[in-house]
């Protein structure tokens, strides 16, 4: 069951701005850095960022993320077509004996 | 470069015990630090966490399903095997390890392998 709470659905045209928001908790987000995961259509999800807003070797600076409190979320600025996909936030989550929590997911749609 | 793998059966029928395998390259579980955790995907829905393994033996569950999950690894195979107890039709999911990371940028599963898609029907 996911603990991180996102909206079902986002979309823009291409060039646009896409914002995702991820709504926690203070054991998770608000304890701890936030992972964001890129799924494209029949494919393993990929690290898109870390950190809360550390970019891997090889994504795009089109992607950022960022966190305030207990929620967070990314950015895709001059979006494209190839990312169109689903989007996972997710985090450590100090309660219980410790357990790592996914978001709802956001489905990204390029019009 | 770091590479995972999943194995194991694409059928199962209810009440079976499911056995997948992670067979992994580029890293040690022997390593300080390191760990493998399985994650899974309902088709058309989230990703779920299911376990982790750490290079010291120590293990987390999802509190969900603890009960039903059990995680070791085999250092000498490079494998990390998850087992999953009294399926049930609402498992059916794909089922996915990573490479787990802890440093300066906190925790995240850095890579993942393909999947493996698990069907539990009689």
């Known amino acids: 069951q996911s603990v991180l709470t996102q909206p079902p659905s986002a979309s823009g045209t291409p060039g646009q701005r896409v914002i995702i928001s991820c709504s926690g908790s203070?054991?998770?987000?608000?304890?701890?850095?936030v992972n964001w995961y890129q799924q494209l259509p029949g494919t393993a999800p990929k690290l898109l960022i870390y950190g809360n807003n550390q970019r891997p070797s090889g994504v795009p600076d089109r992607f950022s993320g960022s966190k305030s409190g207990t929620s967070a979320s990314l950015a895709i600025s001059g979006l494209q077509s190839e990312d169109e996909a689903d989007y996972y936030c997710a985090a450590w989550d100090d309660s219980l004996n410790g357990l790592f929590v996914f978001g709802t997911g956001t489905k990204v749609t390029v019009l | 470069q770091i590479t995972l793998k999943e194995s194991g059966p694409t059928l199962v029928k209810p009440t079976q015990t499911l056995t997948l395998t992670c067979t992994f390259s580029g890293f040690s579980l022997i390593t300080s630090g390191v760990g493998v955790g399985w994650i899974r995907q309902p088709p058309g829905k989230a990703l779920e966490w299911l376990a982790l393994l750490y290079w010291n033996d120590d293990k987390r569950y999802s509190p969900s399903l603890k009960s039903r999950l059990t995680i070791t690894k085999d250092t000498s195979k490079n494998q990390v095997v998850l087992t999953m107890t009294n399926m049930d039709p609402v498992d059916t999911a794909t089922y996915y390890c990573a490479h787990r990371l802890y440093d300066s940028g906190g925790f995240r599963f850095d890579f993942w392998g393909q999947g493996t898609l698990v069907t539990v029907s009689s």
């Open positions: 203070s054991s998770n987000i608000g304890s701890n850095t």
